[in-house]
């Protein structure tokens, strides 16, 4: 499997990004680096609380970690061949894949003791890793060796997955269900870098289609290692479905949703999104005449659909 249109997540997804690596902790570019040493490295830059999980399985190059939420399992495929998506969800449904950076170039990952997936540098001057975390969420980390290290990173998704930036740098992930709606499926948090020294480096995402684009402004006279550290996070509340104009029109006038949404949500059945759609054909009606779209925007204490309106840029201007 190819790593372009790769990215199906299947738990909680959101995303942390650059971090510091303390210049005595990782060598000079082309020195002999372990698993070990590597994903020691990235334990010293990581901010937060987070905590690596150990895998609970293997078979020949996959590797599955499994964490246990409030509501379901959680689980996160990570294969050893680089080319491979990392797999993460909730256990039933769909997962989102989100492959390692297209500009990296590495050997086959290996298993550090901490249980992170350490993929050494073969060529681009630049690590990959990739840790499960025991809320379920993934950590996509790239250690940066030197001024020959990409300047981009992208993680490419599924063609029916779009990551959307938002004002405040994080990333919101949306997935086609059905004609004319969306739905919100994960999210990343807004990037930051450190270099060596402590100092911070400029870092932002872009998204071009179904690709996330993470910029690390680096070079000659920058303080190295710099690491990339991407969390993403599977959304299961507060998730939204979108509908454009035209589809908010249909509602208003009491069709009923015929998209599939058990794949990526399987709590609510499709025929239970449908009836709730017919019961807020009024309310959708009103959306539409005042020239905006309806959303449906689940929480974790309220059972049901609670419809809502949007427009502007809003699910990536979907409104229209």
Known sequence: ???????AWTATLSVPLLVLLPAASVAAPGSDHTADQIAQ?????TPGNDTVIAPTSSFGEAVSFTTVGDEAANEVSVSLDPSDPVVFGQEGARGIEVSLPDEVTVD??????????????????AHAAVQALDDGGVRLQTVLEGPDAPQTYTYDFASDVFPIVLEDGSVELVAGVAEGARMSVGQFDAPWAKDANGSDVETWYTAEGNSLVQHVVHGEGSAYPITADPKGTRTWWNTTLYFNRTETKLFAAGAAFTGTVTAWFPTI???????LLQVYAGTFGVYYASGKCGKLVTYAHVANFVPQPYSGKEAGEYCR
């Open 1 to 7: 499997m190819t790593r372009k249109g790769i990215v």
């Open 41 to 45: 490295v990235i334990d010293e830059a």
């Open 108 to 125: 086959t990952g290996t298993v550090a003791d901490d249980g992170s997936i350490v993929y050494e540098d073969n060529g681009a001057d």
């Open 269 to 275: 059945p499709t025929q239970v999104v449908g009836r």
